[in-house]
């Protein structure tokens, strides 16, 4: 079975760019979540998607993210613009019961 | 609100000694616990998890043991190896709220040969 996929692995923007990274979820898996994770702390949650309908948001700076999950399958995360504090990693799961299942990751670096 | 946390790493051994990772959280209602490991340059691995009270996870030689008394899930490893050098992070979920992880900080832990 194959794993939750990210892209890109790696990206590095000045600040005031933009960003998109992608996610295609475990096939069937119907809850899609996007982490931050800075260097030296856990994941936190940016948004959790239901199919596709945004579950919760409480947690993403709307002014500058966002996210979608059109067909929901694959989901984008996007930044714009980007400040230097949003360098991490960002982090997309997928839920089947009450286990999450990661991707590798997106390392971002503003610069 | 619910947290989660861990011992500050990095925790430093030599191989086939004795692993002890804290963990101790507060939650709002009856939360599955777990432990997640990452590897230089992956992703998290989901390794281990109990969802009640006394349950107890298991794999790869790695347990936990959910304490609902002492609001803890410790892991432990009788005997380490190098590769078993990774980051490790305990995690929880309330079982009755839409599956959010809410993650500790994460310990590192080095194995030397």
Redesign the interface.
């Known amino acids: 079975e194959a794993g939750v996929a990210q892209s890109p692995r790696y990206k590095i923007i000045e600040k005031r760019q933009s960003v998109a990274f992608w996610c295609n979820p475990i096939s069937g898996h119907a809850t899609l979540y996007w982490y931050q994770q800075i260097l030296g702390q856990g994941p936190k949650l940016l948004i959790q998607f239901q199919n596709n309908g945004v579950v919760d948001d409480s947690q993403l700076p709307k002014d500058r993210f966002s996210a979608e999950r059109l067909k929901g399958v694959d989901s984008t995360l996007k930044i714009q613009p980007a400040k230097l504090e949003d360098s991490a990693v960002y982090l997309c799961a997928s839920r089947d019961g009450i286990e999450q299942y990661f991707g590798p990751g997106t390392r971002l670096t503003v610069t | 609100g619910n947290s ?1 946390t861990q011992m500050e790493g990095p925790v430093t051994l030599s191989e086939e000694a004795f692993l002890t990772i804290n963990c101790t959280y507060t939650a709002t209602g009856y939360p ?1 616990l777990f432990w ?1 490991v990452q590897y230089p340059g ?5 390794l281990l ?1 109990a ?1 009640k009270a006394d349950d107890k996870g298991s794999n790869k030689g790695f347990e936990a043991t959910y304490r609902k008394e002492t609001t803890s899930f410790h892991l432990e490893k009788g005997s380490v190896q190098v590769s078993d050098s990774a980051v490790y ?1 305990c ?1 929880l ?1 309330l ?1 009755n709220a ?4 809410t ?4 310990t590192r832990l080095m194995v030397k040969p």
């Open positions: 989660v599955s997640y992956e992703g998290l691995q989901l998890k969802t992070f995690a979920i079982n839409g599956n959010m992880l993650f500790g900080g994460g």
